[in-house]
């Protein structure tokens, strides 16, 4: 099974820049998607950005621009730059690993959240 672990959360000004960190272990499929979700006061959890075994990516039209999702294959990360960052951003963020097979959801993991702060 896979397990993943988030880092770098933390409390930032507007305007200013954190970097997301969700290493992950275990083995995976060759068809998966890494993504970042995020969870703000009050809000479901909605979809900030994906990024498929493939490299297509996927990006809320929110944080188009701002935000970059990335991999690392050989160590086995997965990263959320966030710059520019907004008060509307502060939200608990958690990393993501789905997998298909034959096309279909095959698993679903997620990481324990970090929190992200941006003040005024």
């Known amino acids: 099974q896979v397990q993943l672990v988030e880092s770098g959360g933390g409390l930032v000004q507007a305007g200013g820049s954190l970097r997301l960190s969700c290493a992950r272990s275990?083995?995976?499929?060759?068809?998966?998607?890494m993504g970042w979700y995020r969870r703000a006061p009050g809000k479901q959890r909605e979809l900030v950005a994906a990024?498929?075994?493939?490299?297509?990516?996927d990006y809320a039209d929110s944080v188009k621009g701002r935000f970059t999702i990335s991999t690392d294959i050989a160590k086995n990360m997965v990263y959320l730059q966030m710059n520019s960052l907004k008060p509307e951003d502060t939200a608990v963020y958690y990393c993501?690993?789905?997998?298909?097979?034959?096309?279909?959801?095959?698993?679903?993991?997620w990481g324990q959240g970090t929190q992200v702060t941006v003040s005024s």
């Open positions: 990024i498929s075994s493939i490299g297509t990516t």
């Open positions: 993501n690993y789905k997998d298909y097979k034959s096309g279909s959801l095959n698993y679903d993991y």
């Open positions: 275990g083995s995976i499929f060759s068809l998966n998607v």
